[in-house]
């Protein structure tokens, strides 16, 4: 992730921030220029984007103006033509319901999460379509909870409610409301004996499966899933999801897999791949903007992994002088880096092969 510079007064600006912390000027996404930019107050909700090459008219996402879980503005002549939400929340199908305490909060949380996977996708030139027209099958997002918190703070599942599961099908990722509460998450990351189980880390994962429809199935089914991940049709999901929370991974998981839940099915395998792929791209490239490393995102795999990797074991280090977990627990044995290069030359086939924005 890039930083950014108020054009008002030079402080240093961040991809969440509204509000300028020296001269108080308020902040939006500008879509035109790519950069969070200090807002020049037109009336009538209308401003102008304060970047001098840029200027353009734009007014507030609503989900900004209104509900206040968003930083991004839309263009002046698509809110005339009656486009009201940005382009990350346009994706949303679902919201959280906002009269549960609480969940405008989490719902936050989420889209912070939500627009932090989006620029790391346009990083990459990964298509992400909202318009069922235009690519199916479009993406989208639910935010949904089968449980509601008490007023201790305890989760309770409440019998209105239907269950909810974190994941993708057919372009629609949902989200369980709960993993934006920073208590049940890391329950559940303890329960469940994960490394790190983050927001961001559930929307690369579940994206990844999105793209594994996009670009793999009825295309490269047989290069990916039989040469690099195993077979998907053999066991079926069903029986190694079953079989998965019966027995667990395997205890050599390490030596062919991202992480133990990569053992459960070549789509899972896949996704923690394609999601880890992702993690590693962000880093470089924020890593990159702030000068600690020579070189972003680039196309030479194995530099970028042998940077990451240095970096990595780095930020583990700081990590554990602070008491938190690891930034980078994963390592990258020749079974990991065969996966890791089908998932990097997917992406840069794509991007090949994609018409010029
Ligand atoms: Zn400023
Ligand atoms: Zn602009
Ligand atoms: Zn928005
Ligand atoms: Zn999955």
């Known amino acids: 992730m890039r930083y950014f510079t108020c054009h008002c007064c030079d ?112 990083l990459l030139g990964l298509p992400h379509e909202v318009d069922p027209q235009k690519a199916p099958p479009p993406l989208t997002f639910a935010f949904l909870a089968d449980e509601v918190p008490s007023d201790d703070g305890e989760w309770q599942s409440h019998h209105a409610l239907d269950p909810v599961y974190t994941g993708h099908a057919d372009g629609l990722i949902t989200i369980n409301v709960k993993e934006a509460d920073d208590v049940e998450r890391e329950r559940l990351r303890r329960d469940f004996k994960e490394a790190q189980r983050t927001l961001i880390g559930h929307f690369r994962h579940e994206v990844a499966h999105y793209y594994w429809d996009l670009l793999i199935k009825g295309h490269d089914e047989e290069a990916a899933c039989i040469a690099v991940f195993g077979d998907h049709n053999s066991p079926s999901y069903a029986e190694a999801l079953e079989r998965y929370y019966a027995v667990g991974a395997p205890v050599d998981w390490a030596e062919r897999h991202v992480s133990a839940y990569a053992t459960m099915h070549p789509w899972e395998d896949f996704a923690e791949t394609f999601a880890f792929y992702l993690d590693m791209v962000a880093v470089l490239d924020t890593a990159g903007n702030f000068g600690i490393t020579p070189t972003g995102y680039e196309e030479d795999l194995h530099a970028m992994l042998t940077t990451f990797q240095r970096l990595g074991m780095a930020l583990n280090e700081v990590n554990r002088e602070m008491g938190l977990v690891d930034i980078v627990p994963e390592i990258i044995t020749p079974a990991l880096y065969a996966k890791l290069e089908y998932v990097h030359e997917l992406i840069l086939r794509q991007r090949l092969q994609a018409p010029a924005n």
């Open 11 to 122: 402080n240093r600006l961040f991809i969440d921030n509204t509000l300028c912390q020296s001269c108080h000027s308020e902040l939006g996404w500008c879509s035109a220029c790519q950069t969070i930019s200090a807002l020049t107050p037109l009336g009538d909700g209308r401003y102008h984007c304060s970047n001098p090459d840029c200027v353009s008219l734009l007014v507030k996402c609503q989900n900004y103006a209104v509900e206040n879980v968003c930083n991004r503005m839309i263009p002046l002549h698509s809110a005339e033509a009656g486009i009201v939400l940005c382009d990350c929340c346009r994706h949303n199908r679902q919201i959280p319901d906002l009269e549960v305490d609480g969940h405008r909060h989490r719902w936050a949380k989420l889209e912070s999460a939500k627009r932090r996977m989006f620029y790391t996708l346009d």
